[in-house]
């Protein structure tokens, strides 16, 4: 899923798997860059910004499989930062 930065959540205190992590508010977007649909949190892996195109699993295994814990309490991931989309 496409989604773009909108902005940073600060947590005071996380699980030791969340230690390092930020944790942003993403948008989805559509190939052209509009809004769609309501936003929502994910861990970031790629230390992205606001403002930044970014790539998006939202998919527990997934997600679990990529910060290396099978039991990590974890569904949405940002796991890239893109940097273009052609039609």
Known sequence: MLARVIGNVVSTAKLPIFQGMKILIVQ??????NPKGKAFLAFDTVQAGAGDTV????EGNSARTVV????????????????????
């Open 28 to 33: 989805p977007i559509d190939g052209d860059g």
């Open 55 to 58: 790539l998006i699993i939202d």
């Open 68 to 87: 290396g814990d099978p039991q990590a309490p974890i569904r949405t991931l940002v796991i890239g930062i893109v940097d273009d989309v052609e039609k």
